[in-house]
């Protein structure tokens, strides 16, 4: 079946102009994760939503980046001013019902801020 | 603050050589360590899940073991197509969402 499908998959952007992120996951699955992955360094948490509570964005490192989730399924991951610290990959994923189902994780959006 | 390190950082074998990866971790109130496998330009591929000191997954090639500090993921007579960057991430607290991942191990395996 369909995985977790991303676009675009490369994005070149100007420091200070915004980018939105598109993430949609795999039907059914009600868990949807944004990561953030940086050369040299770990999977970096952003944000989770699960079903209709409340998102969990204790990741976001900035009032730069928001997400939103319509509909229970597609989502989308904005930053606004980009910096060039912003440059990254970023990753989302889906789960069946969230808690320790595993991560489907799309191939990823590569970001990078000239 | 929970932190995963994985160790080597990279490791070259012939394929049959056997071999471990190690993952040191540190977490408050483990619920889960988490091995996946990535392909050059690729997401994670979920691979196993330990939950507790001397649990044991097996697919394939590839055994995680777990113990109360470390996992290691021991690939049995590699094959190239086990070439791949290996990550770890942990679960604590915080959450299942919130997955700690190390830098993983980049794995080459030569025919």
């Known amino acids: 079946g369909a995985g977790v499908s991303q676009s675009p998959s490369n994005k070149v952007t100007e420091k200070g102009k915004d980018v939105e992120l598109r993430c949609d996951p795999i039907s059914g699955h009600t868990a949807l994760y944004w990561y953030r992955q940086s050369l040299g360094q770990g999977l970096e948490f952003l944000i989770y939503f699960q079903g209709n509570s409340a998102p969990d964005k204790s990741g976001l490192p900035s009032d730069r980046f928001s997400a939103e989730r319509t509909g229970g399924s597609v989502s989308t991951l904005t930053i606004q001013r980009t910096q060039q610290e912003d440059s990254a990959v970023y990753l989302c994923?889906?789960?069946?019902?969230?808690?320790?189902?595993?991560?489907?994780f799309g191939n990823g959006t590569r970001l990078t801020v000239t | 603050e929970d932190q995963v390190t994985q160790s080597p950082e990279a490791l070259r074998l012939q394929e049959g050589e056997s071999s471990s990866l190690n993952c040191s971790y540190t977490v408050s109130g483990l619920r889960g360590l988490f091995w996946y496998r990535q392909d050059p330009g690729k997401g994670p591929e979920f691979l196993f899940t330990l939950y507790s000191a001397g649990e044991e997954k097996e697919k394939e090639r590839l055994k995680a073991t777990l113990t109360k500090k470390e996992s290691f993921l021991h690939i049995t007579a590699p094959k190239p197509e086990d070439s791949a960057t290996y990550l770890c991430?942990?679960?604590?607290?915080?959450?299942?969402?919130?997955?700690?991942f190390g830098t993983g191990t980049r794995l080459l395996v030569s025919p």
């Open positions: 991430a942990v679960a604590g607290d915080t959450g299942f969402q919130k997955l700690v």
């Open positions: 994923a889906s789960s069946r019902r969230g808690g320790n189902s595993p991560l489907h």
